[in-house]
């Protein structure tokens, strides 16, 4: 009898601890466009497909704000979640929303504000996003995408005044209040944070979401996230 409860009592260890992995992404397309992007952070679209059918054999999908609420309130963890997010509004996001709501799955959109009028961009002029006008029609076109901050620009916060950091935060959440699916979180460009500011997401109600591989995946305080691997 002692046995047998002792093996109950690690599987609802197991169970509580089981991790809520939440994978990021950037660009998915048929071709590696040298001249508009970055090898590190491109996936062919096949391999992409690939990835996310296996996960979907062994993990349920979810979204942000429900990952948040399990993290927040499971006593035990009967399931294995899995949560996607892209980084920076690449329009190359085309190739795979409309799949990805064909799969069910829901996708968070971690968004530079500044770069979604075709006018600015981060590095040079012929960098693709998507436009403010794209993100609306996938929006009504669904319920799996959901638009979140990266801030105004795609710039190193910890490199930042506090002044300079809250106008990242400001300007972008003035610009995303159009978008009916906008969620209170806050990516950081590259990960890079430090306790000043956490603390100036926590006076915005803004969860921090950082890039930091096997983290702590149990963390209700802030989401920590992995590359999706080719």
Known sequence: MRRLLDKINRRLIRMRFQPIRVFCFHQVSDEFEPDTMELCDWMHTEVFKKNILMLKRSYTFISLPEATYHLKHDCFRLKRYVVLTADDGWASM?????????????????????????????????????????????????????????????????????????????????????????????????????????????????????????????????????????
């Open 94 to 230: 085309k190739n795979i929303l409309p799949w990805l709501a064909e799969q069910n799955i829901s996708i968070a959109l971690f968004l530079n504000p500044s770069y979604l009028d075709g006018k600015h961009y981060r590095k040079r002029d012929s960098e693709k996003y998507l436009t403010y006008e794209e993100i609306d029609s996938f929006e009504r076109s669904g319920n799996n995408v959901s638009v979140a901050s990266h801030g105004w620009r795609h710039v190193n916060n910890t490199q930042l005044s506090s002044n300079e950091i809250k106008k990242e935060i400001e300007n972008a959440a003035k610009e995303l209040e159009r978008f009916h699916s906008v969620i209170p979180y806050y990516a950081y460009p590259w990960g890079r944070h430090n306790v000043t500011t956490d603390g100036l997401l926590k006076g915005y109600d803004l969860i921090p979401v950082l890039m930091d591989g096997q983290g702590n995946y149990n963390d209700p305080t802030m989401i920590h996230r992995e590359l999706l691997m080719k």
